[in-house]
């Protein structure tokens, strides 16, 4: 009962006419100050989440999530077979597989251009599921000439499509009396690779271990075993697990280490927005401790007959508390509507386009939480709530005799 009537009071002090018009803008100002806060929290929590979930999914899909090398390059790793099915059965590994890098030169109709050949097993569905034309089968043999899947903005700029005939060009070639002649490799194209990750579509080109073999001239070896994993966040124990187990001479990579800067530029961006957001949290809750104090300055009357009626000033404490509290949670739930709608289209119809080349991604990608929408509130409640204490303290102090006096 009690705690209703402080709610009683408070809202009607929200809902009255006040005498001074000032106190209602200022109120007002406060619920759009708290909704501008909470609504640009929400957003640029959802780009920094998307932008991480899009690294996730379009580079981890395509990329291993731990790599074992050799510590000091040299003809490569052989027995590679053995290496590769002993971390298969290590914890959290879903599959290792090998892997054959080397640079070519990728020449079409159009022109040419540097690419990165990989070989690889092309069965897995990570890979297949980004298949975007085309068909992966046996790319030992494709209509007489062994098969290529090239990166779809590769594809693009050298002019190919599935179907057509690819000339890569291999540095290890052949020596003559002026020196080393690359050679010329005919390749069909058997498909387009599309992750949505502008770099890995730009550059590279993916065939079998045998044929990138072929075209580096090298014997049976592979320059990486590459690791999928259950949950990718086990990465760095995985790749000190994989390094012990794969001998001396190798050493494990993971996937957070390859991209150390990206990741440290998305939480350090995550931390500077949180900050700089922050601010409009502060700047609401210095109205909100405004439009209170206004508020008792005007109730003054009321304050005093409420405590001559019996009211204890703990409980006139309390009403002041809950109007602030009530400014702010209105102001949450226009910033939490506003925030994730906006969210929600932006991402939809993807409102803001980026460069590709430049961010690796054609837009920004939006992707809110409901976690966030939780922590977002209690801190803007935490953050109004202590804005209201030095207000209805201030109002306990009135004193009834000396305040009816001249009424």
Same mark, same amino acid.
């Given at each position: ?17 006040? #005498? !001074?018009?000032? @106190? ?46 050799e510590k000091e390059p040299s003809t490569g790793i052989s027995g590679w077979r053995e290496i590769a099915a002993k971390l298969g059965h290590l914890p959290g590994v879903r599959e290792a597989s090998p892997a054959l890098y080397g640079k070519v030169m990728a020449s079409g109709p159009m022109q040419s251009a540097e690419a990165t050949l990989k070989g690889m097993p092309l069965t897995s569905p990570e890979f297949l599921a980004h298949i975007r034309q085309g068909r992966v089968g046996d790319l030992a043999d494709v209509r007489g000439l062994p098969g290529v899947v090239l990166g779809s903005q590769l594809a693009r700029r050298i002019g190919m499509r599935p179907g057509d005939v ?5 540095? !290890?070639?052949? /020596? ?37 073999? *072929? ?6 070896? %592979? ?10 966040? !086990? ?20 996937? /957070? ?30 109205? @909100?401790? $405004?439009?209170?104090? /206004?508020? %008792?300055?005007?109730?003054? *009357? ?18 002041? %508390?809950? !109007?602030?509290? /009530?400014?702010?949670?209105?102001? @949450? ?15 939809? &119809? #993807? ?24 922590? @977002? ?10 804005? $209201?204490? &030095?207000?209805? #303290?201030?109002?306990?102090?009135? $004193? ?8």
């Amino acid at each position: 009962m009690t705690r209703a009537f402080e709610s009683f009071v408070a809202a009607r002090y929200l809902k009255a006419k006040h #005498r !001074q018009a000032v @106190i209602s803008l200022v109120t007002a100002v406060s619920v759009l100050g708290v909704a501008a806060g909470v609504m640009a929290l929400v957003i640029a929590l959802a780009i920094n989440n998307g932008f991480r979930t899009s690294l996730e999914n379009s580079l981890l899909g395509a990329t291993p999530h731990v790599v074992v090398l050799e510590k000091e390059p040299s003809t490569g790793i052989s027995g590679w077979r053995e290496i590769a099915a002993k971390l298969g059965h290590l914890p959290g590994v879903r599959e290792a597989s090998p892997a054959l890098y080397g640079k070519v030169m990728a020449s079409g109709p159009m022109q040419s251009a540097e690419a990165t050949l990989k070989g690889m097993p092309l069965t897995s569905p990570e890979f297949l599921a980004h298949i975007r034309q085309g068909r992966v089968g046996d790319l030992a043999d494709v209509r007489g000439l062994p098969g290529v899947v090239l990166g779809s903005q590769l594809a693009r700029r050298i002019g190919m499509r599935p179907g057509d005939v690819v000339r890569l060009l291999s540095p !290890q070639g052949e /020596m003559t009396p002026f020196g080393i002649r690359p050679a010329e490799f005919r390749f069909r194209v058997a498909a387009l690779f599309e992750s949505g990750f502008y770099d890995l579509d730009n550059q590279f080109a993916f065939t079998t271990v045998a044929n990138a073999q *072929r075209v580096f001239s090298t014997p049976d070896v %592979v320059n990486a075993i590459e690791l999928k994993l259950y949950d990718v966040e !086990q990465a760095p124990e995985v790749a000190r697990a994989a390094e012990a187990a794969a001998g001396p001479e190798l050493g494990a990579t993971n996937w /957070m280490e390859q991209n150390r800067q990206l990741l440290n530029a998305l939480r350090m961006e995550r931390a500077v927005s949180l900050i700089t957001i922050s601010l409009i949290q502060l700047v609401a809750a210095l109205n @909100i401790l $405004t439009a209170l104090f /206004m508020s %008792v300055m005007e109730k003054r *009357r009321d304050i005093a007959v409420l405590i001559s009626m019996g009211a204890r000033r703990a409980q006139i404490a309390r009403i002041f %508390v809950t !109007q602030g509290l /009530m400014i702010a949670a209105a102001g @949450i739930v226009l910033g939490l509507l506003a925030g994730y709608s906006l969210s929600f289209l932006a991402g939809h &119809y #993807r409102w803001i386009t980026l460069d590709e080349e430049i961010y690796s991604l054609s837009f920004v990608p939006f992707e809110p939480r409901l976690l966030d929408a939780l922590w @977002i509130s209690a801190a803007a409640l935490a953050v109004a709530f202590l804005a $209201t204490l &030095y207000p209805a #303290r201030a109002a306990t102090t009135i $004193t009834p005799v000396e305040t009816l006096r001249y009424e």
